[in-house]
T-cell receptor, first 112, second 116 residues
């Protein structure tokens, strides 16, 4: 079945460091791909999305490119801030199943 | 647009008690989803509604769980005879079905259930 795999955390970085969180997926058909962010004690907020191959989603300095050939959707940011500390979830939506399927989440800790 | 709201935000109950959670979706969103998130994991799909019709239920949703969306607006999720394993964050999301648009779900803040 469809699935999403993320790199294990926690990822600990210093402020202004470069961030990469890896995400790969397995799906039939052509899913839409998403990154959500969850701050402590809160629900999920949509960070960015991409709906087809080679699309690049971007928001608040974060970017991710839909790579069909490698079935990946890695999240990147050039310079992280302490306020970016949160849990990041990669997810796919498959029109075949009608479901949003999440990875296990990656915790990011940014130190000043 | 006030976003998806959930009530209560936190619920502590004793094992064997019944609990009910409420979700108010974004206005005019015709699809509403329930997820369960346990500590250190991503959300897992429980069930979803299109308007008032419940279209799919996960096998995670045992017969102690029931969800309704009586008028196609707010939804309730009830858990009967709670067990300690029911302790989790219960998330609600809504989505507006638009042709050609991305399948984007917007999440509420969640209800954290603790069963003692």
């Amino acid at each position: 079945g469809d699935s999403v795999t993320q790199m294990e955390g926690p990822v600990t970085l210093s402020e202004e460091a470069f961030l990469t969180i890896n995400c790969t997926y397995t799906a039939t058909g052509y899913p839409s791909l998403f990154w959500y962010v969850q701050y402590p004690g809160e629900g999920l907020q949509l960070l960015l999305k991409a709906t087809k191959a080679d699309d690049k989603g971007s928001n608040k300095g974060f970017e991710a490119t839909y790579r069909k050939e490698t079935t990946s959707f890695h999240l990147e940011k050039g310079s992280v801030q302490v306020s970016d500390s949160a849990v990041y979830f990669c997810a796919l939506f498959s029109s075949n199943t009608g479901k949003l399927i999440f990875g296990q989440g990656t915790t990011l800790q940014v130190k000043p | 647009d006030t976003g998806v709201s959930q009530d209560p935000r936190h619920k502590i109950t004793k094992r064997g008690q019944n609990v009910t959670f409420r979700c108010d979706p974004i206005s005019e969103h015709n699809r509403l989803y329930w997820y369960r998130q346990t500590l250190g994991q991503g959300p897992e799909f429980l069930t979803y509604f299109q308007n008032e019709a419940q279209l799919e239920k996960s096998r995670l949703l045992s017969d102690r769980f029931s969800a309704e969306r009586p008028k196609g607006s707010f939804s309730t999720l009830e858990i009967q005879r709670t067990e300690q394993g029911d302790s989790a964050m219960y998330l609600c999301a809504s989505r507006h079905r638009t042709s050609g648009g991305p399948d984007t779900q917007y999440f509420g803040p969640g209800t954290r259930l603790t069963v003692l």
